[in-house]
Nanobody, 125 residues
Framework: VQLQASGGGLVQPGGSLRLSCAAS????????MGWFRQVPGEEREFVAA????????IYADSAKGRFTISRDNAKKTVYLQMNSLKPEDTAVYYC???????????????????WGQGTLVTVSS
């Protein structure tokens, strides 16, 4: 599975951005795609994830109410709509995927086998 992320950029506080991540290759019932973010010098942080089979979707507390993860199964693409962005949302955002994800591991970065190249989101006035 290969992942191609896009959609980052510079946005003012309170603004919105939509990230996209397209997957290529075979997928399974337990195929899961997620978003993580990382600020240089800090640990990678889970943002949101969605599993194809069953449609389970989960969010980090920092994302609830502001971010929405969605997917297009036919296109094997996941989106992260980010609204009401704050300066603390500034980070490199990575999409990740795995074909054998179990529900209890969806928040765990090490559970994902495939990673995209990262896209920078900067929230600043």
């Amino acid at each position: 599975v290969q992942l191609q992320a896009s959609g980052g950029g510079l946005v003012q506080p309170g603004g919105s951005l939509r990230l996209s991540c397209a997957a290529s290759g075979q997928t399974s019932y337990r195929f899961t795609m997620g978003w993580f973010r990382q600020v240089p010098g800090e640990e990678r942080e889970f943002v949101a994830a969605t599993r194809w089979g069953g449609g389970s979707t989960i969010y980090a507390d920092s994302a609830k109410g502001r971010f929405t993860i969605s997917r297009d199964n036919a296109k094997k693409t996941v989106y992260l709509q980010m609204n009401s962005l704050k300066p603390e949302d500034t980070a490199v955002y990575y999409c990740a995927a795995d074909n054998q994800m179990i529900l209890s591991s969806m928040r765990t970065g090490s559970a994902y086998d495939y990673w995209g190249q990262g896209t920078l989101v900067t929230v600043s006035s």
